[in-house]
T-cell receptor
Framework: SQQGEEDPQALSIQEGENATMNCSYK?????LQWYRQNSGRGLVHLIL?????REKHSGRLRVTLDTSKKSSSLLITASRAADTASYFC?????????????FGRGTSLIVHP | KAGVTQTPRYLIKTRGQQVTLSCSPI?????VSWYQQTPGQGLQFLFE???????NKGNFPGRFSGRQFSNSRSEMNVSTLELGDSALYLC???????????????FGPGTRLTVL
């Protein structure tokens, strides 16, 4: 089973509103990353937060990490129609001695103009 | 720098055939990973190569195999195709891999495989 799970599965908002999506994971991590995927395309790396960090900003993005709850959140402020995409969290978990990169199922964000 | 390139972009095969997909990483990147993405299972890790050696492998049958060449280019092969192999296959490169550290990955546009 995948280690990361995003919540909600789908989010529909109006342009200018903020969008918040959450991610939970199961094992200890070195870092956690967020990616964006436009429909049927490759993933684009958005931001990486290390396990010793609690919050990180990049432009309109704000990521928080709570290692005690094994959860992270991605906030997109002042959303734009171009932010419409699926958002995934990812980390590397251990499986049978090897370290498997695992992605959640993603949050599908639709921003209406 | 040029991004990760994958060829072909689209492919249609029939059950029982085999297929080879190609990935050229970003210049200087030595790690290449492959993923399968389907609506039902999401994004699943296939394998990771670093300096021509397979470093990690996901939970896929032996019909799925891969290799990496000395120039870091990578290929993956799927033999005896099944309908369920229809998916978007994504390749990602990163500068390197080190134990549990998970480096930022740069993804290619993917190869859309349809098995009829």
């Amino acid at each position: 089973s995948q280690q990361g799970e995003e919540d909600p599965q789908a989010l529909s908002i109006q342009e200018g509103e903020n969008a918040t999506m959450n991610c939970s994971y199961k094992t200890s991590i070195n870092n956690l990353q967020w990616y964006r995927q436009n429909s049927g395309r490759g993933l684009v790396h958005l931001i990486l937060i290390r396990s010793n960090e609690r919050e990180k900003h990049s432009g309109r993005l704000r990521v928080t990490l709570d290692t005690s709850k094994k959860s992270s959140s991605l906030l997109i402020t002042a959303s734009r129609a171009a932010d419409t995409a699926s958002y995934f969290c990812a980390n590397r978990g251990a499986s049978g001695g090897s370290y498997i990169p695992t992605f959640g199922r993603g949050t599908s964000l639709i921003v209406h103009p | 720098k040029a991004g990760v390139t994958q060829t072909p972009r689209y492919l249609i095969k029939t059950r029982g055939q085999q297929v080879t997909l190609s990935c050229s990483p970003i210049s200087g990147h030595r790690s290449v990973s492959w993923y399968q993405q389907t609506p039902g299972q999401g994004l699943q890790f296939l394998f990771e190569y670093f300096s021509e050696t397979q470093r990690n492998k996901g939970n896929f049958p032996g019909r799925f195999s891969g290799r990496q060449f000395s120039n870091s280019r990578s290929e993956m092969n799927v033999s005896t195709l099944e309908l369920g192999d229809s998916a978007l296959y994504l390749c990602a490169s990163s500068p390197g891999t080190s134990g549990r550290a998970y480096n930022e990955q740069f993804f290619g546009p993917g190869t859309r495989l349809t098995v009829l």
